[in-house]
């Protein structure tokens, strides 16, 4: 748990199957740190029921960011599992007015992580929690970029990475990982701006 005493308070909730969504999350939690957030992250695949203190992190956040792997072109079953343990608060309008973003790894370069990332904000409208984009521009897309930009996947509501499929969590490029810090710093910031006394 976070050892700050003040700045917003940002979570992040994520499911990684084989490491490489962590790495990502690992990197949102250092953005959002740096950026001065009483940050946390949750694996939601353990979260027990009402009486695990993990769900009052969540509940106490000003912002929460959503984390899985692309699998068969939208979150995984994981993480499905979540949002639908999150239907109560959803029902008595728990999370409103939260702030929400998103990050998704997959294998191959697109892997239809859009659909994940949209996904995630259908959650947070669902929530009634209001959704904060990348703000990067896309990189790798002119003769003078490469696939070491920021960005590099081009992406606007949330963080993609990619990793080859038969490789381990500690092959997530640099590129990939500086992109997911960026969006914990940017939410951070965001919730700043939103509510300037935290
Ligand atoms: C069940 C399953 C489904 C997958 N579906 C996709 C997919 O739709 N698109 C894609 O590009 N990669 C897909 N992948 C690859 C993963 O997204 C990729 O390996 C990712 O880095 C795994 O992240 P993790 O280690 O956090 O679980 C799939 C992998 C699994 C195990």
Redesign the pocket.
Known sequence: MSTRTDGPRVVIAY????????ALAEAVLAGATEAGARADAVQVDTLGEAGDDRWALLDGADAIVFGS?????SA?AAFHAFAEATSGRWAERAWSGKLAAGFT????K????LNTLQYFTLLAAQHGMLWVNLDLMPGWNASTGSENDLNRLGFYLGAG???N?DEG?ETVTKADLETARHLGRHVTRTARRVSPAT
Request: charged letters at 5%; proline letters at 7%.
């Open positions: 499911h990684s199957g084989y490491g490489h969504t962590t792997p692309t699998y068969m072109g995984s790894m997959s294998g191959a697109s892997g239809d992580k990475g990619q990793a499929v969590p």
